[in-house]
């Protein structure tokens, strides 16, 4: 296990699937976590009891990430509640499919907020601490569909392209800081986001993966480990593909 003694780690939206696994598995390698979540209260004062049992220290804070002055104010509470930030990992997301005929604009604007906006709102916030440290991961949650596409996607999918160029650019600008930047792009994984899809369809992607099923939060969790520790202190503006081979 890769060790994160010391260092503190915040991520949006770890109250359920991907971003509760990811919470859980650096809390297991000694990282210290302050995370976010939009409603879900309950799950997150289960998360909490959870991370603590790894003898890290957690907190939860209920912030909406496209929210921009929320997001200059939580990194503020951070940093005074945590002293430092070493690793930021975007991970909040949501999907409201239709196809482009039949989608509304405030459905295109709210995913575009969400899942792109807030990624701009957090690396900001948290760049100058991380200057100032000269040494940050940042680590933003793309997905195949952003580097491939997908019908009824067009916001989602535009979204997390998006995230595609602004880690890329990112990476450029603060390389020489020492501050690394990069994405990953899970496929297929089993959480309540994927949930909602008809049983036909998940067959369908289940059948088309080289690996022969869908991924787990802790396939994730583990390539953020790698991203997050100094295992990849030589990696920045790179896509991990965490996907079974779907992409191939
Ligand atoms: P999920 O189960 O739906 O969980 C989403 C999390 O984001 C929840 O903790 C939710 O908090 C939080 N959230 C939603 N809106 C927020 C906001 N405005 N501000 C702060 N937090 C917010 O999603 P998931 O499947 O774990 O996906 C996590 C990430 O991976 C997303 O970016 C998603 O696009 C990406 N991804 C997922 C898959 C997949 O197959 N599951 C594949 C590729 C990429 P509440 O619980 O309070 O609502």
Redesign the pocket.
């Known amino acids: 296990m890769q060790d994160l003694q010391g260092k503190t780690l915040i991520i949006?939206?770890?109250?359920?699937?991907?971003?509760?696994?990811i919470a859980l598995k650096m809390a297991a390698a000694g990282c210290h976590i302050a995370f976010?979540?939009?409603?879900?209260?309950k799950?997150?004062e289960t998360l909490v009891a959870a991370c603590q049992k790894f003898g890290v220290k957690v907190k939860a804070y209920?912030?909406?990430?496209?929210?921009f002055e929320s997001t200059q104010k939580l990194v503020e509470e951070v940093l005074n509640e945590f002293e430092s930030i070493d690793i930021l990992i975007?991970?909040?997301?949501?999907?409201k499919d239709n196809l482009l005929m039949r989608m509304s604009e405030a459905d295109f604007d709210k995913v575009l907020?969400?899942?792109l906006k807030?990624v701009y709102n957090m690396t900001k916030a948290v760049i100058r601490p991380m200057m100032k440290q000269r040494k940050g991961s940042i680590i933003n949650?793309?997905?195949?569909?952003g580097l491939k596409g997908n019908a009824g996607q067009a916001n989602?999918a535009a979204?997390?392209a998006g995230i595609l160029g602004f880690t890329k650019s990112v990476a450029l600008e603060l390389g020489s800081r020492n501050i690394r930047c990069n994405a990953?792009?899970?496929?297929?994984?089993?959480?309540?986001?994927?949930a909602q899809l008809d049983e036909k369809t998940v067959d369908e992607w289940r059948k088309a993966i080289p690996l022969k099923r869908?991924?787990t939060?802790e396939d994730?969790a583990n390539a953020c480990l790698f991203l997050a520790s100094d295992l990849s202190s030589y990696v920045t503006g790179q896509v991990i593909n965490v996907d079974g081979g779907m992409l191939t």
Do not use: H, L, W
């Open positions: 949006t939206g770890a109250t359920r699937g991907i971003g509760r696994g976010t979540y939009a409603s879900s209260s799950a997150a209920q912030s909406d990430a496209a929210d975007n991970n909040a997301g949501i999907t907020e969400v899942n807030s949650m793309s997905s195949v569909v989602y979204s997390k990953i792009a899970p496929g297929f994984i089993e959480t309540e986001m994927t869908g991924g939060p994730v």
